[in-house]
């Protein structure tokens, strides 16, 4: 998900709204790995979904 929308549900579930605000990757002073995987939005960790669903079908998502 993205930052945004993740703001999105989060504002959601709490009732009131949360704001985003982006903030330069390099403000951070992270190493490079950590850059691209904040750059990247989806960052560095994959996962196939359907698969872990398959294998754990309670797996719950980021809205439940």
Known sequence: ???RRTVELVSRSLGREITYRQV???????GPDAERAFA????LWRADLAALRERHPGL?????
């Open 40 to 43: 990247d939005e989806r960052g």
């Open 1 to 3: 998900m993205t930052p």
């Open 24 to 30: 330069p990757v390099g403000a951070f002073g992270l």
């Open 60 to 64: 719950l998502d980021f809205r439940t």
